[in-house]
Nanobody, 114 residues
Framework: QVQLVESGGGLVQAGGSLRLSCVASGSISSMAWYRQAPGKQRELVASITSGEPTTYADSVKGRFTISRENAKNTAYLQMNSLKPEDTGVYYC???????????WGQGTQVTVSS
């Protein structure tokens, strides 16, 4: 069983920065960050898989950076130049290395004020 624990959300003014962290227990392959704004569907923000290029939603390219520290089984999402439209609950996602199942964290709130 894989468990994901996120941290790093909070309230920030437009133009500010936040860094989200996701620590995984268990064997995983790819990791990603999703977000869900009020009244909207959950959307992929960024993903990272060993040996493959990182991917980003068009809306965050150039502002967000996903990275992964394999030794700590941790993924990060560095968010710069934040905008009010970045507000939402951010979820960490991982794919089980052996189970191939999808695992989700509990979510962390990011609020960007104008």
């Amino acid at each position: 069983q894989v468990q994901l624990v996120e941290s790093g959300g909070g309230l920030v003014q437009a133009g500010g920065s936040l860094r989200l962290s996701c620590v995984a227990s268990g064997s995983i392959s790819s990791m990603a960050w999703y977000r869900q704004a009020p009244g909207k569907q959950r959307e992929l923000v960024a993903s990272i898989t060993s040996g493959e290029p990182t991917t980003y939603a068009d809306s965050v390219k150039g502002r967000f950076t996903i990275s992964r520290e394999n030794a700590k089984n941790t993924a990060y999402l560095q968010m710069n130049s934040l905008k009010p439209e970045d507000t939402g609950v951010y979820y960490c996602h991982a794919k089980g290395l052996f189970t191939k199942r999808d695992y989700w964290g509990q979510g962390t709130q990011v609020t960007v004020s104008s």
